[in-house]
């Protein structure tokens, strides 16, 4: 085990931090308040470099691993973005860009690698249905073939960035779940472009994160080449799979990133509020719990760590993967909220952003795979019977 930190990781880490200082909280303030994508950090965090990150040298990125994106997403968390961090990465730069690289064809790779690493091609990621969430192998969404072509019919739901997406990648049954021996049979994804006049999105009102939109997308008679097929018609699961364990490692970094802005936020706060003469950051009962949610959240950054090193060396990384989530969101989350109490009253005011982390943390919990989700995976690799 070597802790030794690289020069790679060191500037990963600085570059973050610079662009989050130049996006810190009073902006995310304002594109939340304005329910405004933030079109100037995106263009930065493509001059950074940060959108190809995992997408190979020869296709125009920097060809590193989820370490590194974990590094770059809890760093921008952690430094003033919160949620933002991860949430205009994770998705394009994270899940399209792996699922391509590991499952496209050569056309495909040229096709969208390269404007992935420039910021220029944006995704978004269609899994969930109205009646298939938890349980993804229960998607409805269908793609029957008509010659050289597929037709697509189907209603997702909660589809982040739906609404501004190039292209998504959509999760649809070429053989439905009652035809198929294991459900994981007969799946089949496809890079779609959204500019079809078959297509609409509607947005869903939301609790947080405002600077984007999550959507229901209504997929009727979309007609779309085979050549759009990513992976294998009838296996898709595979490729979905191996966009999942990024995505789950990224809210883990989101987790224990707005965890840490939300207490060393409070921290100085403790140190400059004075209640009865002295800084309440004096009183264990202000210090402690955010201590102790830190130091956890300390630990659940080291299994990350290792959830990522896995998924690098294509190794199996479900457990660590799930480790890392379902303990980076508890620690989390328990950090906002004991950084909120730290600030009495005014943790309740949107000028001092508390509120605001707290609204972005709790997606965690929910998305996007729930904590019970989580744990069950864990109970069941710890030899617990499968209760799902
Ligand atoms: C803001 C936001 C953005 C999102 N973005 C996307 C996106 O871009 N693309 C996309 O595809 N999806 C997206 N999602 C969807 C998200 O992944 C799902 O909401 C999530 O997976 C849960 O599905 P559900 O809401 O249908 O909950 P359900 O599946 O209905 O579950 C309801 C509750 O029951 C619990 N439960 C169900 N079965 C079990 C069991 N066996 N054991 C224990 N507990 C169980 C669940 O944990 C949960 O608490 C987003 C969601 C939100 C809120």
New binding site residues.
């Given amino acids: 085990m070597n802790f030794e930190e690289s020069q790679e990781r060191a500037m990963v880490r600085s570059t973050a931090a610079e662009v989050a200082a130049e996006y810190g909280p009073d902006y995310w303030h304002e594109k939340e308040e304005a329910n405004e994508f933030a079109e100037g950090f995106w263009d930065e965090l493509a001059a950074a470099g940060f959108h190809g990150l995992l997408v190979p040298a020869e296709h125009g990125g920097a060809g590193m691993g989820m370490g590194m994106m974990g590094l770059a997403m809890e760093t921008l968390c952690a430094e003033g973005c919160g949620m933002a961090g991860t949430w205009y990465l994770v ?1 394009t730069g994270g899940m399209a860009a792996v699922g391509i690289e590991a499952y496209g064809t050569p056309d495909q790779k040229d096709r969208y690698l390269p404007d992935i690493a420039d910021g220029d091609r944006h995704f ?5 249905e109205p009646e298939a ?3 993804t192998l229960n998607v409805a969404t269908r793609a029957e073939r008509d010659g050289d072509e597929y037709v697509l019919n189907g209603n ?6 739906s609404d501004r997406a190039d292209d998504m990648i959509l999760v649809t049954r070429t053989t439905p779940r009652e035809q198929v021996d294991r459900g994981t049979d007969g799946i089949t994804l496809f890079i779609v472009d959204m500019d079809n006049p078959g297509i609409e999105v509607s947005p869903i009102p ?1 609790h947080g ?1 405002n600077y984007s939109r ?1 959507c229901e997308v209504f997929i009727d008679d979309v007609r779309v080449p085979a050549a759009s097929i990513l992976g294998e018609e009838g296996d898709g699961w595979w490729a979905l799979v191996e966009m999942l364990n990024p995505e789950r490692i990224g809210f883990a970094a989101a987790a224990t990133g707005i965890g840490k802005l939300a207490a060393h936020t409070a921290i100085e706060y403790a140190n400059e509020r004075e209640v009865f003469d002295a800084p309440i950051g004096t009183h264990q009962a202000v210090s402690f719990p955010i201590t102790k949610a830190y130091a956890r959240m300390e630990a659940a950054a080291l299994m990350r760590e290792k959830a990522a090193w896995l998924y690098d060396r294509g190794e199996d990384c479900a457990y660590e993967t799930n480790v890392a989530k379902a303990t980076a969101v508890e620690a989390g989350i328990e950090a906002v909220k004991q950084s909120m109490q730290a600030f009495g009253g005014w943790g309740y005011a949107r000028e001092y952003h508390l509120e605001r982390w707290w609204r972005e943390i709790n ?1 965690t919990r ?5 904590q ?2 989580a744990y ?1 995976h864990i109970a069941q690799q710890l030899g617990f019977p499968r ?2």
């Fill in positions: 998705v978004s990621i269609g899994i969930t969430g938890t349980n997702k739901a909660w589809i982040t960035f939301k994160i999550s997606l929910l998305a996007p795979v729930t019970q989700m069950n209760s799902y």
